[in-house]
């Protein structure tokens, strides 16, 4: 069976420090990943997603970062983190399909406070 | 612009009531899906139903139910005999068309809370 994992679970760190946020899949081979990020009272937002090793695509300008070095690893970072960066990150991944529709399966998230 | 809205951020019940979440979104494609995933207090989403724009028939698992109206715009949740274990923060979502990869547009969630 398929699963994801992703590490820490918690962070705190404070302005300016850098940041890696790791997420990896097992028992499927060339998924789609995404990063989500869910702040208080706005919902999930979709912030990188990737089909394929080395291929990324941002959704939304900012301080943010991701790489995919291998097909079911899937890395957020930052250079320098912002207050503005505080929240609970979710990683994801779904099946490749000829049409669209299907299911995410999400990992257990990483809560990040910046302070 | 795709958009998803969900009125009611928050939602108090009594255990074995019946309660429904609203959601009502936006999208200029003809072409669409719209799912219900639940957030327990765990933090992980976990996939409850996938509709797609074409089939308006109203489905019933359990004690949980859909009813998608075309008309209006609406992808409401109904759960019925509410149960403690219910309490979970639910998000409506809207997909878009394109082949390849899943990119939805979430609500901002209504957190449900049953009280036994």
């Known amino acids: 069976s398929q699963t994801i994992h992703q590490w820490p679970a918690t962070l705190v760190q404070p302005v300016g420090s850098p940041l890696s946020l790791e997420c990896t899949v097992e028992g499927t081979s060339n998924p789609n990943l995404y990063w989500y990020r869910q702040a208080a009272g706005r919902g999930l937002q979709l912030l990188f997603y990737s089909v394929g090793i080395g291929q990324i695509s941002s959704e939304v300008p900012q301080n943010l970062s991701a790489s995919r070095p291998q097909d079911r690893q899937f890395i957020l970072s930052s250079k320098k983190l912002l207050l503005s960066d505080s929240g609970f990150y979710l990683c994801?991944?779904?099946?490749?399909?000829?049409?669209?529709?299907?299911?995410?399966?999400f990992g257990e998230g990483s809560r990040l406070t910046v302070l | 612009a795709q958009k998803v809205t969900q009125a009611q951020t928050e939602i108090s019940v009594v255990e074995k009531e019946d309660v429904t979440l609203d959601c009502v979104y936006e999208?200029?494609?003809?072409?669409?899906?719209l799912f219900w995933y639940k957030q327990p207090p765990s933090g992980e989403l976990v996939f409850l139903i996938r509709?797609?724009?074409?089939?308006?028939q109203n489905e019933i698992s359990g004690r949980y139910s859909w009813n998608f109206q075309k008309s209006t715009s609406s992808f409401n949740f109904t759960i019925t005999a509410s149960q403690v274990v219910d309490s979970a923060v639910y998000f409506c979502?809207?997909?878009?068309?394109?082949?390849?990869?899943?990119?939805?547009?979430f609500g901002t969630g209504t957190r449900l809370t049953i009280i036994p």
């Open positions: 999208t200029r494609d003809t072409t669409y899906y």
């Open positions: 979502a809207l997909s878009e068309p394109y082949f390849g990869n899943e990119k939805l547009t």
């Open positions: 994801a991944w779904s099946v490749k399909r000829q049409g669209a529709g299907g299911e995410l399966f």
């Open positions: 509709r797609n724009s074409f089939d308006e």
